[in-house]
């Protein structure tokens, strides 16, 4: 049984490897806000183990906008505090990787990873409520996550909370009717309520799917046992008898030694910042940027002779996160004529759908509530996600009173980059 668990420990122990996507193609939208206006913008010890152990081993679990960098200091990155967290918590450094995992949050404060992996340092130091409290935050914001309900549920049966932990249990194998540690898990905690008829039938759907789990069994004939029906289990074979089967029941000792679900170290989710429509799941938001980011679309446009007289300002990309990139220059030309122009050369950024070009008042806008919050135009829809362009600028406005270039994906309400303009740096 030893060499069966630490090769599972070994296995759990392994992070995905981190594979980002970072391009694709502009889909349009008619759903581009006013110009005007705000935009819509996761058992078995050896036999005699005395008191049950829930899952409970180490599991093992993205940048954020921050202010332009000076050339010698890169921002500060939620994903390189993510990656050290998950380093920290393999190498049982648990409370330097929780203190990791609070800046990845504060950070980034939609990563559901962040509050896994966080969850999963806290029920390796026996923080069983707070544990719980990462849980359900997982779950708020990805409501089909089995590891979620997998982990919080261990957490509710080290806190003896064991109806919760049955519920937990229960949505696992609803999600992942295969899962044969959330059943054994369920009969744990049917065991240890009292429900000796729940526990029977966990224990026997363990033993269907592992035969040799020998804590299985001596937890199926306690069950057995709790229903006053002992004969119906064949101790044939088992290194335990009645004796201790009576033993156990009395005393309420059972075997198992679960562990939790491992620690995540997944792509940088491209739907991070988005406002989830409420006739979709964030799945499928994330399904619907993926496909944009898939493709590059690249334009050349040659710069227009009149527009070559006066820049008004310049800006360049940066980086929203590590999903949403950018980089190249915005400049604001001003004609003899008194006609202003946006251009973008040397430009690309993470395509995505419904992007469009914001003229921002904010002078370097963090978060779709900064756009918000500000009087912002729309110059229309992106045409490109690399390349040279002209944007038009509409008659009469002033634009000394806008501060940063925004590319903005309208139907989500999410700040793919951002290039803040500096008048006085030309």
């Given amino acids: ?176 009717p295969n899962d044969v540690d959330a059943y054994f898990n369920r009969g744990l905690a049917a065991l240890e309520s009292g429900k000796s008829e729940q526990a029977v039938a966990d224990y026997t759907r363990v033993v269907e799917f592992s035969p040799d789990n020998i804590d299985a069994q001596f937890n199926l004939a306690v069950a057995y046992y709790g229903l006053r029906e002992i004969d119906k289990f064949d101790f044939t074979g088992h290194t335990f008898g009645i004796e201790d089967v009576d033993t156990a029941n009395l005393w309420n000792i059972y075997r198992g030694d679960p562990t939790p679900v491992s620690i995540r170290d997944e792509q940088f989710p491209l739907s991070i910042d988005a406002e989830i429509p409420s006739d979709m799941t964030r799945s499928e938001v994330e399904a619907v940027m993926e496909e944009a980011a898939k493709i590059n679309d690249e334009l050349t446009e040659a710069m227009p002779d009149d527009m070559s007289s006066e820049v008004v300002s310049e800006g360049s990309f940066r980086d929203q996160n590590a999903g ?48 918000k919050d500000e009087a912002f135009i729309d110059l229309g829809e992106l045409k490109a996600n690399m390349g040279n362009q002209n944007y038009g600028i509409p008659t009469g406005v002033d634009v000394a009173k806008y501060h940063s270039v925004v590319i903005y994906c309208v139907p989500f309400n999410v700040v793919f980059s951002v290039a803040p303009l500096d008048p006085d740096g030309i």
Avoid at 24 to 52: C, L, N, R, Y
Avoid at 66 to 75: A, G, K, L, N, R
Avoid at 324 to 338: D, K, N, P
Avoid at 350 to 356: A, D, E, K, Q, V
Wanted: proline fraction near 8%.
């Fill in 324 to 371: 949403h990139r950018g980089s190249g220059r915005a400049i604001i030309y001003l004609s003899a004529g008194g006609s202003a122009m946006l251009r973008l050369e040397d430009f690309s950024v993470t395509n995505g759908p419904g992007l469009h070009v914001f003229l921002s008042a904010h002078p370097d806008p963090k978060s779709r509530d900064d756009v």
């Fill in 1 to 176: 049984m030893k060499k069966r668990k630490h090769l599972f420990l070994s296995l759990i122990l392994v992070g995905a490897v981190l594979a980002l996507a970072a391009c694709g193609q502009t889909a349009s939208t008619d759903d581009a806000p006013a110009s005007t206006s705000t935009p819509v913008p996761e058992p078995a010890e050896d036999v005699g183990q005395a008191v049950p152990t829930p899952r409970s081993e180490a599991p093992t679990s993205t940048p954020a906008p921050v202010p332009s960098p000076t050339p010698e200091q890169e921002p500060e990155n939620a994903r390189s505090h993510f990656d050290t967290a998950n380093d920290l918590l393999k190498a049982g450094q648990v409370l330097e990787a929780i203190e990791e995992y609070d800046t990845v949050l504060s950070l980034e404060s939609g990563f559901v990873d962040g509050y896994f992996n966080r969850g999963v340092a806290f029920l390796e130091i026996e923080e069983w409520e707070q544990a719980v409290a990462d849980y359900t935050k997982v779950i708020e914001l990805t409501p089909g996550d089995a590891g979620a309900y997998f982990n919080r549920g261990l957490a509710f049966l080290k806190s003896r909370k064991r109806q919760e932990a049955i519920a937990d249990y229960s949505k696992v194998i609803e999600l992942t």
